[in-house]
């Protein structure tokens, strides 16, 4: 008999250390597996670290406009690279551009073992 499939969302996967995204930074990570997107990582200087899905609501393509960059230049907002949307941080809400009144992804995450860690399946495709 075959054990059965472990729920989705049980495991964890460990993104980096807190320390590694001091306020006001971002970071990118990649997709954990074929056909997944990738996250990232935005401290805001009050409410703390956010994960989101690399994908913008308009057309799915990821956010940064360099590698692990995704805020606007006066860094109060994430922007898409592709068309300029613009999304809170706290929630990932597009306040402006095509996809305005859609939002992020955004992942759960809790910190374990001094890491930041998002469920296993966070970021596959259709789940
Ligand atoms: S793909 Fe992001 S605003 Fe169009």
Same mark, same amino acid.
């Given at each position: 008999?075959?054990?059965?499939?472990?729920?989705?969302?049980?495991?964890?996967?460990?993104?980096?250390?807190?320390?590694?995204?001091?306020?006001?930074?971002?970071?990118?990570?990649?997709?954990?597996?074929?056909?997944?997107?990738?996250?990232?990582?935005?401290?805001?200087?009050?409410?703390?670290? #956010?994960?989101?899905?690399?994908?913008?609501?308009?057309?799915?393509?990821?956010?940064?406009?360099?590698?692990?960059?995704?805020?606007?230049?006066?860094?109060?907002?994430? #922007?898409?690279?592709?068309?300029?949307?613009?999304?809170?941080?706290?929630?990932?809400?597009?306040?402006?551009?095509?996809?305005?009144?859609?939002?992020?992804?955004?992942?759960?995450?809790?910190?374990?073992?001094? #890491?930041?860690?998002?469920?296993?399946?966070?970021?596959?495709?259709?789940?």
């Amino acid at each position: 008999m075959s054990p059965l499939p472990e729920p989705p969302g049980v495991r964890a996967r460990p993104l980096c250390r807190p320390e590694e995204i001091p306020p006001g930074a971002t970071a990118s990570f990649p997709a954990a597996e074929e056909g997944a997107r990738g996250l990232f990582a935005v401290h805001h200087f009050r409410e703390g670290i #956010m994960i989101y899905v690399n994908a913008c609501p308009h057309l799915g393509v990821p956010l940064d406009w360099l590698p692990g960059q995704f805020l606007t230049v006066d860094g109060t907002r994430i #922007m898409c690279a592709t068309h300029g949307a613009e999304f809170r941080i706290v929630d990932g809400f597009c306040v402006h551009g095509p996809c305005r009144g859609d939002a992020l992804t955004k992942v759960q995450c809790t910190i374990e073992g001094g #890491m930041i860690m998002v469920p296993v399946d966070a970021g596959r495709i259709n789940t």
